[in-house]
């Protein structure tokens, strides 16, 4: 029937970066929920789980895309000094932050009343009316893979403050070199 896997995310993601996260059954479920055509989308994941997907924004979720770098330090603080995070994946060289709707039209706003000019340009937000790409359901290497796979029906998505607060702290830490360097994350 279908190869998904169940996977427990209730640790913190960056202990191991070496190691992928499967999407459980529930987990894909809210995904193609995101889609259409659900069922269909469904359907196709049991067929091939090893294939990437392209998901419409807005509906489930948002995304917030930043670099991996900064990513990576977003994660680390919300899971040291916040609230944690919902499903994180990571797609070509980016990390893919889900959150709750409404983020992609709100974050830009907070961003602007905060009168950020810091670093770093403001974070790619991904709304209605937007597509992102997916990893593959199942685990495996290569440079698309989730970090925090949803493993949920209804996962707990971030909201434009917590990721507003996320973002500035990470984007201001005088410790991080934001300049590209290829990971294995």
């Known amino acids: 029937m279908t190869t998904l896997t169940t996977a ?3 640790t913190c993601p960056t202990q191991d970066a070496r190691t992928a996260t499967h999407v459980t059954a529930l987990g894909a479920a809210w ?3 995101a ?3 659900p069922h269909q989308t469904l359907a196709a994941w049991q067929a091939r789980p090893a294939a990437p997907a392209v998901l419409p924004c807005g509906a489930a979720f948002d995304v917030v895309n930043v670099p991996l770098v900064l990513g990576r330090r977003m994660l680390d603080l919300l899971w040291s000094e916040g609230p944690g995070c919902g499903p994180v994946a990571v797609h070509r060289g980016r990390m ?4 709750t709707t409404g983020t992609a039209h709100r974050l830009p706003s907070l961003l602007t009343w905060e009168e950020w000019g810091g670093p ?14 997916v990893p593959p359901l199942a685990a495996g290497p290569g440079p698309s893979r989730w970090l925090v796979a ?3 029906r209804a996962p707990w ?3 434009p403050e917590t990721l507003l607060w996320a973002y500035v702290r990470a984007a201001r830490a005088a410790d991080i070199d934001f300049s590209f360097r290829p990971s294995s994350c």
């Open 8 to 10: 427990s995310v209730s």
């Open 35 to 37: 889609s259409a055509h």
């Open 150 to 152: 949803p493993d949920t």
């Open 157 to 159: 998505l971030p909201g």
């Open 96 to 99: 893919l932050l889900f959150a």
């Open 31 to 33: 995904l193609a929920s």
């Open 120 to 133: 770093l340009p403001a974070p790619l937000c991904h709304g209605r009316g937007d597509a992102v790409s």
